[in-house]
């Protein structure tokens, strides 16, 4: 099946050691977002890919970083986590067709110790 | 700048009776998308519904349907012979078309279904 795969599902770090998180589709589709949800609340987009096309939220931190190296693939960079970062981070796709909904990964769990 | 607001963070009812979840929006445009998304607990979100705002007639899927007021901005999800896996929350989320299919989310209603 075609699907949105987030790696890993739980992820560990210390307070300001950098973490990558990784996720892939298998539904080629143009656009792929990430976003932060923190517990009971709405998930808070970070920034998206149009293609290659990186858009950055305005208030996403400069600890957050990503890469899109080609279609298939997308990474979250904390570059030095704070306890605030601690979260589920959720990957989604979306074809480039207007109003065609957004398909979600699993997440991926970060605890910052 | 779009705003979705969800004024019911939690509700409850009973395992085969009927929910109604509401959303209201704020938006300029004229043409756009609304969804609701489930996200079961530690589990992914899915979609449940997709409306077309220029489309008057109300979609549905299976037990699920939307009730659509263009004019008042209001878009909630009936929930019809609930089922204890109905149980999650549920987002409510605007889209306009032409960025991206950028989502604005709301906050969020948390449902339980009470067996």
């Known amino acids: 099946d075609a699907m949105v795969i987030q790696n890993p599902r739980y992820q560990v770090t210390q307070f300001g050691k950098p973490v990558t998180l990784s996720c892939s589709q298998t539904?080629?589709?143009?656009?792929m977002y990430w976003y932060q949800q923190k517990s009971s609340q709405a998930p808070k987009l970070l920034f998206h890919?149009?293609?290659?096309?990186?858009?950055n939220e305005a208030d996403t931190p400069d600890n957050f970083q990503s890469r899109r190296p080609n279609t298939s693939f997308c990474f979250l960079d904390i570059r030095s986590p704070g306890l605030g970062d601690a979260a589920m981070y959720l990957c989604a796709t979306s074809s480039r067709r207007p109003g065609d909904e957004q398909f979600f990964g699993p997440g991926t769990r970060l605890t910052v110790l | 700048a779009q705003t979705v607001t969800q004024s019911q963070p939690e509700m409850s009812v009973q395992e085969a009776e009927t929910v109604t979840l509401s959303c209201t929006y704020d938006t300029s445009e004229s043409n756009y998308y609304l969804f609701w998304y489930k996200q079961p607990p530690s589990r992914q979100m899915i979609l449940v519904i997709r409306?077309?705002?220029?489309?008057?007639q109300n979609a549905t899927e299976n037990r699920f349907s939307v009730n659509f007021q263009k004019a008042a901005k209001s878009f909630s999800l009936k929930i019809s012979d609930s089922q204890l896996g109905d149980t999650a929350m549920y987002f409510c989320?605007?889209?306009?078309?032409?960025?991206?299919?950028?989502?604005?989310f709301g906050t969020g209603t948390s449902l339980t279904v009470i067996p």
């Open positions: 539904l080629n589709h143009n656009v």
């Open positions: 890919y149009y293609d290659k096309d990186f858009n």
């Open positions: 409306q077309e705002a220029y489309k008057q």
């Open positions: 989320a605007f889209m306009k078309p032409n960025t991206g299919n950028q989502f604005y």
